[in-house]
């Protein structure tokens, strides 16, 4: 969910509106039963979102590093992790401040411990009938282990003199996620498709892990590399920006009917992959200069890519405070689908102003002071 790109792209400033309002609408149609009756057909797909972001992550975060390497440039490390840490954690702590201090907050029932929030551990074993609030954290679970990750993998395959050869890496990593969802799915999930609970099992083996879910920044990866490395080729491509789009579209539409039943086994082993690739083909079009998303520039787009991680981080707590507030009113659906909206863009600004811009700030100064 980073907005920092190596050079302006308004291109993905649209996507990342796209999926910020994409996981709204879907865990909205969740926590209103299905209401207003129009949204769940619209929304269904719409926990797709979370890969668009993953794709999105991982081209902008391995970018940055690549262009360095292509520089010839030392990486500062310390200066990575520290504006990792005031990008992300100032904001998380405080919507975890929350959810543990206003029970008003919380979606479901209980919370998972605080530990596991603490250390980014939560999507591993999450148990989602019982410990469902704040589930959406998960997400930053994958993407706080791909930010140690790719530094590490970076270093070695530099001291190694096989950077040149990383994209088998690449590869490998996307034959090993259908290998251990193949795992996850017949030898984990399998033995407790019959229980009445069986869904709770699906998102605990298959949905949430990390190890499952690296398509998308594995996506983004390689796009950051054809983007850095490879600039001849790169050129003949960009310059079919709309037909990449298009493209994109119709594998998306591909993964929607793979994925229409997503604990089948093949939606399961595959579906994360082919959204991915789909979602990657999208961002591809919307960073050539000859497509549509490249050249249209949008307020409304890019004050909404600049809120999204507050409103992925508040969104289901504010949502669940206004339902609450406003259940003995006879409000409509539709009223009460834009009353939240609403709030949770409000709620999302206010969190903005106060603490993540501030913080981004604070770590901008931080690394300015050490590099001088």
Request: a positive charge; hydrophobic letters at 45%.
């Amino acid at each position: 969910m980073e907005s920092t790109t190596p050079q302006k792209f308004y291109g993905l400033d649209h996507l990342r509106a796209l999926a910020i309002s994409y996981v709204l609408l879907f865990h909205y149609f969740i926590l209103s039963d299905g209401q207003p009756e129009w949204l769940p057909g619209f929304a269904k797909f719409g926990w797709s979102g979370v890969d668009l972001f993953f794709v999105l992550s991982g081209f902008l975060i391995s970018s940055q590093l690549f262009a360095q390497i292509k520089l010839g440039i030392n990486i500062s490390w310390s200066s990575f992790f520290i504006k990792r840490f005031f990008r992300i954690i100032p904001a998380y702590l405080f919507t975890l401040l929350l959810y543990y201090t206003f029970i008003q907050f919380r979606e479901k029932e209980s919370l998972p411990p605080l530990w596991k929030f603490l250390t980014f551990t939560q999507n591993l074993g999450l148990n989602l009938k019982d410990y469902g609030t704040f589930s959406h954290a998960w997400s930053l679970c994958v993407e706080e282990h791909f930010y140690l990750l790719l530094p590490v993998t970076l270093i070695v395959l530099k001291a190694t003199n096989l950077f040149k050869k990383s994209y088998w890496l690449l590869l490998a990593l996307f034959l090993l996620g259908f290998a251990l969802r193949n795992y996850s799915y017949n030898a984990l999930y399998l033995p407790k498709s019959a229980y009445s609970d069986s869904w709770m099992y699906w998102y605990k083996y298959v949905y949430y892990p990390t190890y499952n879910r690296l398509d998308g920044l594995l996506t983004g990866v390689a796009i950051a590399g054809l983007y850095n490395f490879m600039p001849a080729y790169w050129n003949r491509i960009s310059q079919y920006g709309n037909q990449t789009i298009i493209v994109s579209l119709l594998i998306l539409t591909g993964g929607y009917f793979l994925c229409y039943h997503q604990s089948t086994y093949n939606a399961s082993v595959y579906g994360f992959t082919l959204v991915s690739i789909g979602y990657g083909f999208m961002m591809m079009g919307a960073i050539s200069p000859s497509s549509f998303l490249y050249q249209w520039k949008s307020k409304m787009t890019t004050f909404t890519a600049g809120l999204s991680y507050s409103i992925y981080l508040t969104h289901k707590g504010v949502i669940n405070v206004i339902q609450n507030a406003l259940e003995g009113f006879e409000i409509s659906s539709n009223l009460m689908f834009l009353l939240c909206i609403l709030a949770c863009v409000t709620f999302a600004y206010i969190v903005n102003i106060i603490i993540e811009k501030p913080f981004i700030k604070l770590g901008r100064r931080i690394v300015s002071r050490d590099l001088k």
